[in-house]
């Protein structure tokens, strides 16, 4: 069994085993240039090619084709799946009792630390979510009903950080849909809290929203009339800076998404640098993780984008990501340091971050395109050695 994203060309490689790569060639009637082309991706076998080689290989054709399952293919009994009905409003009844916003406040906290810092965070979050989902929903629309201010507006505040993480959490899990629909709500409980923090946060969750949704200059666009926002809003300025910097950082990577390298390094000079400078690193505002450490995260972020992977390196080499609230965080700039190596064709260099990566967080691992695609590079070309452990990470994170 193979997933449903691997390539035709390590489709290939994986049922041809231990064979031979010149043997199955001289088999099919191609030469072993030619399969090894095939198998790194560099040619398309044609459909007369493709039935010899499935033929050969003792395997239906169709398994030799690459398709991405289709998301409504999805099993409904999922943990994951729970987690969408629950949004959507057709998850488990829960009690007519509504829960209290201190309870919820507390349980939002503790999913929101989890999804921030647990290895097996989209196990620990697939196992919470649906219930807490189902609570806050039953618990806004009591409070929308009643009498006690004060408990509206702090129902409202815990539904509108839950929501900013379901985002997230969705968006990870490949319902984009969803996740689009969570910072919707995530925006529209804010509002009703009339708490200008919140509202802040939820506009950084819905330019993330945007971004994952290849929207980079309407996320542009909504971060900076944001900041302005913040900027003239009422809150502590510890609050201020933070929630102003992590939302210019959204603009920054808007900037990058459309290549506009000059542009976004001045953005996060001028901009999120010195936001970043009156923050302490560790804070956690909004669960945004803004400081100075996430700055040069990003820093690190456009040179890989922009293929300048030299400065990238050295950029990176002076990151500690120690004082990091977020391993998620720390996640992707192990995943970018080795996207960096790759382009470089350093594969035995790939490859331990890639190892590395995995013991702190497989889950994320198994679930970042970026991180599949760089696992398969280096079996396609790396040394037999480095492919072997390469093809062993395949099989436990599911490509194979």
Known sequence: MVAADLPIGDRIRHYRGGRRQDAVAGLVGISPDYLSQIERGLKVPS????????????VPAAALLSEQAPVEEEAVDTAEAAVGRALLGYGPTRSSVPVRAAEL????????????????????????LPTLVSDIEEAVRA???GTDEVERRAVLRAASDLYCLLRSYLRRTGRSDLAT??????????EDA??????AAAQWNLGHALLAANQPAEAKELALRAAEQVAAARMPEVERAAMGGALQLVAVVGETRRRRWWDARERLREKAAPAARQIPDGTNIA????GPTNVALHALSIDMEA???????????????????????????????????????DDAAVLLSLLGLEAVAPEDLARTPLARQLTLTVIRR????????????AHRIGLV
């Open 47 to 58: 459909l007369p090619i493709l039935y010899a080689l499935a033929q050969e290989l003792g």
């Open 105 to 128: 406040r507390e349980r939002v906290e503790a999913a929101w630390t989890s999804w921030q810092t647990d290895g097996d965070r989209f196990t620990q979050a697939a196992a919470t």
């Open 143 to 145: 409070a929308r009903a």
């Open 181 to 190: 629909i969570a910072a919707d709500r995530a925006m529209r409980a804010a």
């Open 194 to 199: 009339d708490d200008p923090l919140r509202i």
């Open 287 to 290: 669960w945004t993780v803004f």
């Open 307 to 345: 293929g300048e992977t030299g400065e990238a390196l050295h950029t990176a080499d002076a990151i500690d990501t120690s004082p990091l609230p977020s391993l998620e965080r720390e996640f992707t700039f192990g995943l970018e340091v080795a996207a960096c190596h790759s382009q470089r064709r």
């Open 382 to 393: 790396a040394r037999a050695m480095h492919a072997r452990q390469a093809e062993q990470l």
